[in-house]
């Protein structure tokens, strides 16, 4: 059974940093390249970022670009997110999220982590 | 980057009613599209994709059509745990895009 167990999400001050993870089971992790998602209280949903199963590939959404690093340890079948200078509008549930293969959408989330920016 | 516009942004229904949400496209994405179902507190759960590929487990009553820049989530009889917000997702470019979700909730 596919599992993804994200963690790391608090309540950080504005300016601040948090790193999210994210715990694969359930599949082989190291052929799939996943996606970090996030909903704002009340709000849809918003792509943050991608990486490429083989790590050559990263992609952000323009606004975390520069802001927000996403990672892989594929020995360990762990995601990362670094987020950096985090403002108010980043507070969110952050998914992490697996890509289809061979389709490319999303065909599992993980049960997501809260992070809230406020002082 | 490519816009999705979904309709209604809300809908009111009653068990057994049959449901359509539109989403479309701002310019063409083949078939690489996606239908997600959440409930409050949950992640998002995958329908359909590739259009009109219904996901394994989820019940024939869910169908999704359309290709280029224009489709369709249909639930043919609604049932009572259909309540909830549904979302498409294209997937032909990065950034990867959503439509801004339908309610559906309890006439």
């Known amino acids: 059974e596919v599992q993804l167990v994200e963690s790391g999400g608090g309540l950080v001050q504005p300016g601040g940093s948090l790193r999210l993870s994210c715990a694969a089971s359930?599949?082989?992790?190291?052929?799939?390249?996943m996606n970090w998602v996030r909903q704002a209280p009340g709000k849809g949903l918003e792509w943050v970022s991608y990486i490429y199963s083989g790590l050559t590939t990263m992609l952000y959404a323009d606004s975390v670009k520069g802001r927000f690093t996403i990672s892989r340890d594929n020995a360990k079948s762990t995601l990362s997110l670094q987020m950096d200078s985090l403002r108010a509008e980043d507070t969110a549930v952050y998914y992490c999220a697996r890509v289809s293969s061979p389709y490319g959408d999303i065909d599992y989330w993980g049960p997501g982590t809260l992070v809230t920016v406020s002082s | 980057d490519i816009q999705m516009t979904q309709s209604p942004s809300s809908l009111s229904a009653s068990v057994g009613d049959r449901v359509t949400i539109t989403c479309r496209a701002s310019?063409?994405?083949?078939?690489?599209l996606s239908w997600y179902q959440q409930k409050p507190g949950k992640a998002p759960k995958r329908l359909i994709y590739a259009a009109s590929n219904l996901q394994s487990g989820v019940p024939s009553r869910f169908s999704g059509s359309g290709s280029g820049t224009d489709f369709t989530l249909t639930i043919s009889t609604l049932q009572p745990e259909d309540f909830a917000t549904y979302y498409c997702l294209q997937y032909a470019r990065y950034p990867r895009t959503f439509g801004q979700g339908t309610r559906v909730d309890i006439k």
């Open positions: 310019q063409g994405i083949t078939i690489e």
């Open positions: 359930g599949f082989t992790f190291s052929r799939y390249s």
